[in-house]
């Protein structure tokens, strides 16, 4: 305790004597420069001729002809001018009879004036420096009289196996990721039965994925499993602005790990540090490609690391360099994709443990409407439709509740709010209505979920919500049509009933040109292209490629490409068109019973569409 409070006078005294330099260096500042208003040698002279000047002083520099002048004006103020020979300025000055008084300006005074104040600042700085150095390492664990310790001591976040309560039953929704990972489990229980067979247990392993997936809570669930120590730290934590520190870190994060194995070491955006090295208009970072090197080396190399597994998760594979990637480090890359129907609705399940659902609430509906979410959008929305109802003082989460989350996730709040013209209201309209239309006539897309012409928080003046039926893996040459002739079905039902376009379809037009471009340069689908992929590399020239292979094909070839892209289109526009103008009076009576109710549900807009023929039990999966 007293060496505690020993520490804490010391802190005090050091910071009392920084602040009494600084104080001291601003007076001194204060003193020789701020005294007086410098001018330049013109403005001299010109107030001099003038006969401006009523009294002046004049310093000369120790054994140095130059010097300065310090004038009056008649006023309070003092003026100071360099000159370069002081000698011939004060017989200018005793020309014009001035009062005039002459002195020297000492060797010491020039150093207090001008040298000591620097010095005092930048040693009050080193001061400061080596306290909040030391601190970072008495933070960090290292020793006080080094005070460079604290950057080169790793911030990896250890947590031991009695507070990791996160097991595979707490993964939902990946199956196969969990079985390719159990063998990781297994040997950190019993590597015994492995070595005796001579097998080799991969040493890193990779999750891919995109965001919001699962990777970091799959690293947690094998340590849990496991029962074993789990180190966590982001790639971007190994690199400092010191050259050198990231290398020091790597090697210190893997001295403990040793201390602790067997263990888990987890990088979390690993991307961060283990780029392709060189990559870059302006060449490699050198503190980054160090941190590589010894991560790699630490990974294979020289060192022998038994009972470490390093796992590793990111969703750019593409741009981590080959030496990482290679059997001996990462040995083993686990995909980590989004869910499948079936995922999310044990996901779901998971988050809606803790939560109070209403009896109307279909978790296996809900399952089938958010295709393409993964894990983390699901948590969001189950979360999101908790403060919807605790907003609403509801007792419990109803499945209107889950929808309106959907749409302030995927679209964006609703605005009732906004005031919007009946003109704008009665384009949006006609405009939706086009878009649901042809979502039922066509076959492959749809059906139907919801359609508004609310205005959202994302800028939409309103939208038109399909329900998938089922997760497609890929999509067919005819479906990526039909999706072009949805986009297009707002602009043509505006020009159908209107006679007029607007710039409201810009987003449709932006998406259907996208479609039809992949179609013919990555999917190979146009007859006249050919079979050929003209598919542009965008992150090329950052990811220190060459620069001329960014474009494979000459100008004769990228009209050909444009004039097929705009057939496409033009093709979908035209059959889209007839598909719309032979269900007009639909058309226009959905677009009235939308004006008049501003949102139509999946059983409402089926009734417009289908009316009186439609057959009993007949759902939105029959298609014109």
Known sequence: MNNQQGRRRTGILVYVFFLAVLFGGALLFQRFFHSSLEVSYRQYLSDLEKENITEAKIRQNNQAPTGQILY?????????????????????????ELKLSFTDVPGDQLFLSTILPVILMLGGCFIMFTIMTGR????????????????TKNRARMTDSEKNPIKFSDVAGLVEE?????????????????TELGARIPKGVLLVGPPGTGKTLLAKAVAGEAGVPFFTISGSDFVEMFVGVGASRVRDLFNDAKKNSPCIIFIDEIDAVARIRGSGLGGGHDEREQTLNQLLVEMDGFSVNEGIIVMAATNRADILDP???????????????????????????????????GDDVDLKRVAQTTAGFAGADLENLMNEAAIGAAKKNQRFISQEDINQAFVKVGIGAEKHSKVISEKEK??????EMGHAILFEALPDVGPIHTISIIPTGLGAAGYTMPLPEQDEMFSTKSRMLQEIMVSMGGRIAEE???????????????????????????YGMSDKIGFINYEQQQDAVFMGRDLGHM??????????????????????YEKAKEILLSKRDILEKGALRLIETEKLTKEEFEAIYYGESKEPGETANTRD
Do not use: W
């Not at 290679?326 to 809606?352: S, T, Y």
């Not at 009665?426 to 405009?431: C, E, L, M």
């Not at 376009?501 to 479609?515: L, N, P, W």
């Open 72 to 96: 009056k004006t008649g006023g309070e103020e003092t003026y100071r001018v360099n000159v370069p020979d002081v000698n011939e300025e004060k017989d200018r000055l005793l020309e014009k």
């Open 136 to 151: 970072i390492s008495a933070a960090n664990g290292g020793s006080g009289g080094n005070p460079m310790s604290g950057f």
């Open 178 to 194: 969990k079985e390719e990972l159990f063998e990781v489990v297994d040997f950190l229980k019993d590597p015994g039965k492995y």
């Open 323 to 357: 030496a990482i990637l290679r059997p001996g480090r990462f040995d083993r890359k686990v995909a980590v994709g989004r869910p499948d129907v079936r995922g999310r609705e044990e996901i779901l399940r998971v988050h809606a443990r803790n939560k109070r659902l």
């Open 426 to 431: 009665r384009i949006t309209a006609f405009h």
């Open 496 to 522: 159908i009933e209107f006679s007029e376009v607007t710039t409201g379809a810009s987003q449709d037009i932006r998406q259907a040109t996208e479609i039809a471009r992949d179609m013919v340069m990555k």
């Open 551 to 572: 474009k494979t094909y000459g100008a004769d070839v990228f009209n050909e490409i444009e004039a097929e892209v705009k057939n496409i289109i033009s093709g979908c």
